[in-house]
């Protein structure tokens, strides 16, 4: 029997009316997606139940934490180092709106033309439909590109902020600016949670942190394998998405039974799709939960995606911070150092992000890349010729893609996706 989790987001002061639209429509697109997927790794078990109750589990546990007297810190971006709050025993959820059902209430506040994600996150808090943005005690922001920079403004008009000041070119000082950064950052979560940062804490904290990342990493090596492919993109990408929810510990956990599973299906040869299906690397803008359309779509026009160049896939868990540090300082800049090292298109220049997708496509044993973007995200957009240029050099075919969070382009994507797979040959 499902909990009727109304009295709780009623609690929330959300609008119940409203969300429970958002809420009928999600098992469809669940189901639609995933359920119709054959021969699913048995692991993907805990993932299903946690997108089936979405708004429901994991706010409730938050709500509990909560009531024990800890806090709860909202955030968009993975250059946040969540080392930071855990080891002020803070939580930490991710935010970024992947659902059209958002957009609306976003460009209430917002020019149409912005991205989706952006709009999607600003309407959820507004529109009262979304409870992780109703339970956070302090949302983090950063500044990456200039569309969230100007939602955060209006966020802040609503709930506590803190903004992070983050570097926009990768010299020496900007790594130690952002490590002065991070620093400033702490005395801020030390301050909304009371509790007093000590190497000790952030140690540990690190080491959780770098254990998840390393689970996240088994399960995307499986990917790798040529001739098997244990996963479908589209699940791995739900495992990725709910890792910026879920606790740390037990993501990592999670993921780590999942790689167990993948690994023993390369030894016994199962694979999730027919020898000879083209082999896609995903790279561009990050797919936001319940953002699966292109994954679906790809899917389901005979290619699979092995790898996801992103937010939402590599980018999350490549790289891990040094243990070895034994001064805070030493830590904050290992931090910086190692976040540092995403290459998100807010930098300039960020020629790393072609050689990386380059490495990957290699190490992925790729067919061909699809390079997605987001309408209206300047930055990625701008990229992608030069993406395609070093490709094609490689001999490597790209497609190029741009599109939002509504259905309206669904066929048109299909066409141009399964032309692009028939050209792989
Ligand atoms: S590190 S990709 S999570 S900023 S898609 S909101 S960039 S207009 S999400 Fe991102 Fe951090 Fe970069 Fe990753 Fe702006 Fe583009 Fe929208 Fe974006």
Redesign the pocket.
Known sequence: MPVDRHPMWESLGMDLETHDVLCSVLPTAFSDTFLSQENRPEGMAFWDMVVADVHGIRPQELIDEQAKGRKVFGT????VPDEVVIACDGIVTGL?GGSQFWVPDGEKYLPADM?P??KASLGARFGKTCPFFRIVDQIVG?T??D??KKMYEILATDVDMHIMQLPQMKRPKDYVAFADEIADFAKNVEEVTGVELTPERLAEAIKVINNRRKALARVYETRKNPDIIPISGTDALLMMQIAFFDDPVRCAQMANNLADELEQRLVDGVSVFPKGTKRILLTG??LAIPNWKLHHIIETSGAAIVCEE??TGT?FFTNLVDETKETLPEMFQALSDRYMQ?N???FTPNKARIDEVLALAKEYHVDGVINTN?K?????KTEAPALEKVLEEAGIPVLDIETDYTDNDAEQLRTRIEAFVEMLG
Not at 76 to 79: D, L
Request: aromatic content about 14%; charged content about 10%; proline content about 4%.
């Open positions: 968009f971006c993975t250059y970024c991205c994600l952006i950063e990456t590109c569309g969230k803008t990050p992103n937010c980018k995403i998100c298109a807010c987001l209206f995200c300047t930055t990625f």
